[in-house]
Every structure is written in C-alpha cells, then in structure tokens.
T-cell receptor, first 114, second 113 residues
C-alpha cells in the first residue's frame, strides 16, 4: 500500500498571502488529521476530518481551515499568512474507527513565510 | 484535557549503551499512550503503543516502554542503542475513542560512537 502523500513538500510564501496544502491518505482510510510542528510550540493538533466532516478542531485562529473530499483527500488552507505560520505541517491518516486505530503520518510540507 | 511532559529535551549516549527517555502524562480520563520517532526531514513513525493489558509493551527497533498508572509515566527504553537510533522521539496521548494526539515537546537522542 502506498503511504500518506503530502504536496508540495516545500513552499515559500510572503506575509499576507494564502496557501493550500494537500494530503492524500492511505487507500481505504477515511480519517485525516493535520498537525503543525514548530521549534517553539512543538506538535499541535489543527483539525481532523472524517467522511468529509470536521470531527475535531484544535485551538488555532480562523485563518486555518480545511476540508475533505469524497475520496478522503484533504486540503488545509491558511489565509493572510504571518511569519509565525512558518512550520512543518504534518498530515496523518487512519481508518477513523471509534476504537483505537493507528495513525500514519506523511512526510510533511515545510512552509516558510517571508 | 490531556498533557504530556517529556522530562529531557536532549539525551546524549554512547553507542551500545542503554537509554531511557522519560515521559509523564496528565489526564482526567483513560488514555492511550504512544511513542513516535522522527528522523531528519521525515514524518513521524510509530514505535509502540499502550492500549490496555500488559503494562510492558514492545515496539519496533528493539524499543520497549512501561506504563505506570500510579506515576502517570510511560518511559521508553532500549538496552543497547545504535548510531541509527539518532532521532527525535515524541511521547503522545489520546483520549479513548479520539483521533487527536497530544504530544510532548520531544527528546533529541544523540548517539556518540
């Protein structure tokens, strides 16, 4: 099975712009979660989507949004970029079952905001 | 709500020496516990998990961890490390039935020859 893929792998934007990141989960997985990783704040949960519905949301401003398509692929969008949004954005996919299911992480998209 | 504290930000050890990476958690509900490893420029890979049952769990690459409910700890151990174990290690917790992971700040393990 192919793993979780994230595109693009690297991105450079300037303050005020917006950006869209993409995540393709493992085939058959219906849950996609997004995390932001920075040196200062560590790994923080952004949101989780299951069957095209946002099921859980972290404590991030409304500039951060996401969606999931019928094929389970997910996108996250950050509008009005700030310098502090520079980070590694990780996507994780899982079956989404209510009992425990392992989450598999992609390689991440490294976003640099200038 | 849950929180995780990794007590050491960096741990240097010599090759073939044993290592322990410490993790404490806080939660008002029952949780699942995990250790992930991150190699440079890569995503996270699951090393091991505690869901229920035996408090000693074994994972990949010779790592093991012990769940101690009374001390709310989940320390990671390896009896003999290799240069290839150089990476950052993250302890994480999730509430039962939830997909959201709460991570500790990470421990950078450096192996010296």
């Amino acid at each position: 099975k192919a793993g979780v893929t994230q595109t693009p792998r690297y991105l450079i934007k300037t303050r005020g712009q917006q950006v869209t990141l993409s995540c393709s989960p493992i085939s058959g997985h219906r849950s996609v979660s997004w995390y932001q990783q920075t040196p200062g704040q560590g790994l923080q949960f952004l949101f989780e989507y299951f069957s095209e519905t946002q099921r859980n949301k972290g404590n991030f401003p409304g500039r951060f949004s996401g969606r999931q398509f019928s094929n389970s692929r997910s996108e996250m969008n950050v509008s009005t970029l700030e310098l502090g949004d520079s980070a590694l954005y990780l996507c994780a996919s899982g079956t989404g079952a209510n009992s425990y299911n392992e989450q598999f992480f992609g390689p991440g998209t490294r976003l640099t905001v200038l | 709500a849950q929180s995780v504290t990794q007590l050491d930000s960096q741990v240097p050890v010599f090759e073939e020496a044993p290592v322990e990476l410490r993790c404490n958690y806080s939660s008002s509900v029952s949780v699942y516990l995990f250790w992930y490893v991150q190699y440079p420029n890569q995503g996270l890979q699951l090393l091991l998990k505690y869901l229920s049952g035996s408090t000693l769990v074994k994972g990949i690459n010779g790592f093991e961890a012990e769940f101690n409910k009374s001390q709310t700890s989940f320390h990671l151990r390896k009896p003999s490390v290799h240069i290839s174990d150089t990476a950052e290690y993250f302890c994480a917790v999730s509430g039962r039935g939830a997909q959201k992971l709460v991570f500790g700040q990470g421990t950078r393990l450096t192996i010296n020859p």
